[in-house]
């Protein structure tokens, strides 16, 4: 619940701003957001109270997102716009990490 609050203002932002032909607000956005979540928060729960990373983080989460951030990077160098289909890639990735990790 508190994920799904936190990432709705961050895609009404990247849908009107990609409506209006803003194409770098949605994606620094984003990654802003992931490497803020990633570092930021982690690191400061971590500082307070250790985290133990199991098996399934460090073997499966943790080369995924390594994987989808690779992926990633071809198309943020180059001068092309990520299309409908390729976004759906991503939505479509994401959506099969969700039922892999159930």
């Known amino acids: ?7 709705l ?3 009404a932002i990247g849908v009107v701003a990609s409506i209006k032909n803003q194409s770098e607000l949605p994606v620094g956005n984003t990654l ?7 570092l930021g928060v982690i690191g400061v729960a971590a500082i307070i ?3 133990p ?5 460090r073997n499966f989460s943790l080369p995924m997102m390594l994987a989808a951030c690779m992926a990633f990077l071809p198309l943020a160098k180059s001068d092309k716009k ?3 289909i390729e976004g759906l890639g991503f939505v479509v990735g994401y959506i099969v990490y969700l039922i892999v990790l159930q």
């Open 1 to 7: 619940v508190i994920a799904l609050g936190t990432s």
């Open 9 to 11: 203002p961050e895609l």
């Open 32 to 38: 802003g957001s992931n490497i803020f979540n990633s």
């Open 49 to 51: 109270r250790p985290i």
């Open 53 to 57: 990373l199991g098996p399934e983080l």
């Open 82 to 84: 990520l299309t409908r």
